[in-house]
């Protein structure tokens, strides 16, 4: 396995990590961001109150991607393995 393969491996993995952890953090960061407007609009400081909704809305979406991110994961793995006499050259 040269490094150019290796190199090219890691990447594809961390591609695929931010592909997959995308649509949650950009989903708690909107509904942050909408909390926080809230928050500064009404001048309720409370700490405590963006963790419910933001863990609700994370887990909401969660359930929608899971399949869709199930898919990619088991590609990527499919790949990995039927290219492995491919890297052992």
């Known amino acids: 396995m040269t490094d150019t393969t290796v190199l090219t491996l890691a990447k594809e993995a961390v591609k695929l990590c931010l592909i997959l952890s995308g649509p ?11 909390i926080s407007i809230f928050q500064a609009v009404t001048q309720i400081q409370e700490m405590t109150l963006t963790f419910i909704p933001k863990i609700l809305a994370m887990l909401l979406v ?6 869709w991110a199930l898919k990619k994961l088991v590609d990527f793995t499919e790949n990995l393995i039927l290219n492995i006499p491919n890297f052992i050259k």
């Open 24 to 34: 949650i953090l950009l989903t708690a960061l909107v509904v942050g961001l909408i």
């Open 62 to 67: 969660f359930i929608l991607t899971l399949p």
